[in-house]
Antibody
């Protein structure tokens, strides 16, 4: 059973860069290729997939955000991270990190989410 | 992008009712569809994967099915804990996309 926990600032100014980290626990994380993802949810709205990364480093991004987003992984620290550049108010959302335990599944493990507000 | 269209957006029901939520994909996604339940202020919780496989620990009153590009989530007998918002998600093609959600209310 994996546990995921997001960390990062709750308030960021417009035009700045958001950096979030997801810390993973509850498994040795060795010998298996893991698949991680970031999903966000603006207040009162639906879910949007931001991007995903394998523990090998191979990544995929939502084209709507690709120019501003970077996802990285550091398995030695049991963490993966999200950076979003050039923030606007439209980036205000709860950001979730998630994991897929098998290739046939969707995201079966989720962090609790962290609210990020973009405001001056 | 593959569009996922859920219906209805809001569903009113009572404890003990049988309810069905539908999700239609704009393209063939085979069976690569998941269903999630989200309660207010909480993270989504995975219910179903590969269109009809039940996640571990999920009650058997939840079931999923597929016919072509139309997918359904059925709750056979609603319990008080089931009143929440439900989302479908396709993971056949990048970018992964979610339905807009179905709010199940009393």
């Amino acid at each position: 059973q994996l546990q995921l926990l997001e960390s990062g600032p709750g308030l960021v100014k417009p035009s700045e860069t958001l950096s979030l980290t997801c810390s993973v626990s509850g498994d040795s994380l060795r010998g298996v290729i893991y698949y991680w993802g970031w999903i966000r949810q603006p207040p009162g709205k639906g879910l949007e997939w931001i991007g995903s990364i394998y523990s090998t480093g191979s990544s995929h991004y939502n084209p709507s955000l690709r120019s501003r987003v970077t996802i990285s992984v550091d398995m030695s620290k049991k963490q993966f991270s999200l950076r979003v550049r050039s923030l606007t108010a439209a980036d205000t959302a709860v950001y979730y990190c998630a994991s897929r335990s098998e290739t046939t599944k969707g995201f079966d493990y989720w962090g609790q989410g962290t609210l990020v507000t973009v405001s001056s | 992008d593959i569009q996922m269209t859920q219906s209805p957006s809001i569903l009113s029901a009572s404890v003990g009712d049988r309810v069905t939520i539908t999700c239609r994909a704009s393209q063939n996604i085979y069976s690569w569809l998941a269903w999630y339940q989200q309660r207010p202020g909480k993270a989504p919780k995975a219910l179903i994967y590969e269109a009809s496989s039940l996640e571990s620990g999920i009650p058997s009153r939840f079931s999923g099915s597929a016919s072509g590009t139309e997918f359904t989530l059925t709750i056979s007998s609603l319990q008080p804990d089931d009143f929440a918002t439900y989302y479908c998600q396709q993971y056949n093609t990048y970018p992964y996309t979610f339905g807009q959600g179905t709010k199940l209310e009393i």
